[in-house]
């Protein structure tokens, strides 16, 4: 007869549970509770299950608005293609000039560099004057010295250390300036303008 | 067990009588609970359809913006200038004439350094230029103005000083140069690109 009423093997489970616990409770022979307080409990829990769906949908809404005002202002801006990354050339123009620039005595800066192998008080102050001042706000680091092959710091009075980015694993880790515009010196020794990105 | 199961039902429901019987049985009490899950069901599928619309408006207002690329442009347009102007670290051949800007370069500066400031006929672009290129052209250790070139659609250049997306990019670039003399100079490119409507929405 349940199962032709559609009453569920659950439902006849908790429903004899429930009469056994009031016979239980009460002392009384096969007594059921009655009408009024069945009412009184299934009123109650539903009470408890719609303040609970309500308090969830007010955080499910709340959870979503601030999802959808994440994604518009901060990831909007992620479709910006900045020219950071992209090739300078003003600097490498300015770095071939310098270069060629001479001394009162004629004599070219990389000319004098190659000699010297350092950065002396006339190239090292015009560098600081062309690439320190026109690109410093541009980059994190700028650096013009000479460089060289292998293992060793790169050092000038005039710009310091050179400025390095990490690139790469542990195995492959690689450091290299975001734009590197290099000059032969010798075989290993070469004049390096090198900008490292902000 | 399913035996003893109903035993006990059955057992319980005779012992009641007729009445709680009924009440147990009776149409109200499964159509009650049918309609509390039709209106769970509704609950639910609202707030499925609710956080599906979510999740397509943070994809299409991710997805449908298009890739602000007003940057490069000017960049590329800098970049396009400064190699006009030189040739092997040496300014290029008659930019200076005695010192100054030379007039002839100054007047054909677009055929010169190959550019055309032309873009789509839309939004109403072919009307107002949506490029501005100003140069100016200094004397490296002194700082004093020998000339200046400004092509394109001077309004743009107002925008620059604006934050926010719908103003234009600007790029200003400085660059050295020394002639043939050992003359050395400061060359300042400004590059403007408007194109609004196309990189921003």
Known sequence: ?198 | MRFLLNKMIKDNLLIKGKKEKSEIFHRRFFIKNRKGDKIISIYWFSILFIVAAAIVYMVASFYGEPYDVREVEANILTNQITRCLTNAGYVSEGVFVGGFLSEGFKTNFRDNCHINFETEDVYGWKDTEQFYVELGFFDFNSDTELGKIVEGNINLKDGCLMNGKNSPSCIDRDFYVIDEENNQYKINVVSVVRKTEKNVQ
């Open chain 1, 1 to 198: 007869m349940f199962n032709r009423m559609g009453f569920s093997f659950y439902k006849r489970v908790s429903f004899v549970k429930e009469t056994m616990m009031v016979e239980n409770s009460k002392g009384l022979h096969c007594k059921r509770k009655s009408k009024f307080v069945l009412s009184q409990i299934t009123k109650k829990a539903q009470v408890g299950n719609t303040a609970t769906w309500m308090v969830a949908t007010v955080a499910i809404v709340i959870i979503l608005l601030f999802s959808i005002f994440l994604s518009t202002s901060y990831f909007s801006d992620q479709k910006r293609v900045a020219s950071d990354n992209q090739f300078n050339q003003p600097a490498v123009s300015s770095f071939f000039s310098y270069a060629l620039t001479e001394n009162s005595q004629g004599e070219r800066v990389y000319d004098k560099i190659k000699q010297e192998e350092d950065l002396n008080e006339f190239n090292g102050n015009l560098a600081l004057d062309i690439f320190y001042e026109f690109y410093s706000d541009l980059y994190n680091g700028v650096w013009l010295g000479v460089n060289f092959e292998g293992f060793g710091v790169r050092k000038n009075d005039y710009f310091g250390t050179r400025p390095t980015t990490i690139r790469g694993g542990d195995v492959n880790k690689k450091n290299v300036p975001h734009l590197s515009e290099e000059l032969n010196l010798t075989s290993t020794k070469f004049l390096e303008l090198a900008l490292a990105p902000k």
